[in-house]
């Protein structure tokens, strides 16, 4: 079987098993079968949207929660919690249903990106990979994403352990034995949390492989093949989320009062998670882009390495030739090494501003005070 036969398979392979839904993360399993329950009691025959399963999975798991904290009697306990951290009963408990459905949200939304990332590869990226290693490793970072019982590991010993390790530090705060309540009620956010790490790690493992991945691209000028604009574009969504991800935690650090003793250093440190995966996707286009443009500049010098081993120089038509080729050769060489462009700029510079807006409106009256001085 040739090299190319081979590839042509491997790429209709995985194409039949992605659109196949043979490739499933723990998310989507749990989804799906959440979607099952709620039509099965509502006599629903269609597939439920997935926002309205996120909202009545949201609503489900406030409602058990709040039921533990009444039923175990550990509502003075929440409201020792509350107070410790300098929100009153009427933000208090709205600031516990919001990092409720902060955490399910989140977890859902890195999953249906990672599902979008499914239905790009299968839909562009596999027709253009070039070698079957790039099929082979891509095919690897498939199993390890849908690897089921690795998430589930992760979410149940890491969660449990993380609202354990929360509990304990809440229990010290307050000055009180270790707490079963408080860790019933963080344990479901806990678990969340590290389901939306484990996807987040899978993301970056797909975005540091990319350096070694083989693309068809546009000979003369690889950085403006369509392909690469349009990869750019479906990594940069990721880029767009942990920037919402990190105002929404600096908002939360705002009604707690802990972001003003923090200050800009919070800000700071959300950026590196943006600043990381930017340079992990762009410095993996690059290297796309760099491996595509010699394969055309070695093609091309192979071609004028060709005709001077006729070693006819004084021919005007083989001298014209090469002239020719060595044009072609600088214009190829010149063209950019990156898909780094002005857009793609202006919206690295606007999710580094999704924090920073975050910081202000949670501290609005400090920044307005500021403001408002008399020199």
Known sequence: MST??????????????????????????????????????????????????????????ILIGFAAIYIGGYKATIGKFVESMGLGY?????????????????????????????????????????????LDRFQNWLERTSNRRLHLLVTVIAGTLGALYVTALVSIQLGILFDYGLTFISIIPSMFSFSLLYQFMMVILLSARLRRY???????????????SSLSGELNIFVYLVALYAAVSTLSGALTGF?????????????LPIIIMFILNQTGLSSIIRRAKWKSLNEIQAKVEKLQSVGNFENKGTMEAINRLMDYHNRVKSTRNSAIDLGTTLNFINSLL??????????????????????
């Not at 546009?218 to 690469?228: G, K, M, Y």
């Open 4 to 61: 190319d036969t081979a590839l042509i398979e491997k790429r209709e392979e995985l194409k039949h098993r992605l659109a196949a839904g043979e490739y499933k993360t723990l998310v989507d399993v749990f989804l799906v079968w959440i979607d099952r329950v709620i039509r099965k009691i509502t006599r629903q025959t269609k597939p439920l949207p997935i926002w309205l399963i996120t909202v009545v999975l949201s609503f489900v798991s």
């Open 90 to 134: 009427e933000l208090g408990a709205p600031w516990v249903i919001s990092n409720y459905v902060f955490f399910i949200v989140s977890a859902v939304v890195i999953n249906q990106y990672i599902d979008s990332i499914f239905v790009f590869w299968r839909d562009h990226m596999l027709a253009a990979t070039e070698s079957l290693v790039s």
């Open 214 to 228: 083989d693309l068809k691209l546009f000979a003369p000028d690889p950085s403006s093949t369509e392909l690469v």
């Open 259 to 271: 972001l003003p003793s923090a200050g800009i250093v919070l800000v700071l440190l959300l950026w």
């Open 354 to 375: 999704l924090p920073l807006l975050a910081f202000i409106l949670g501290n609005l009256d400090l920044v307005l005070n500021l403001f408002a001085r008399k020199p």
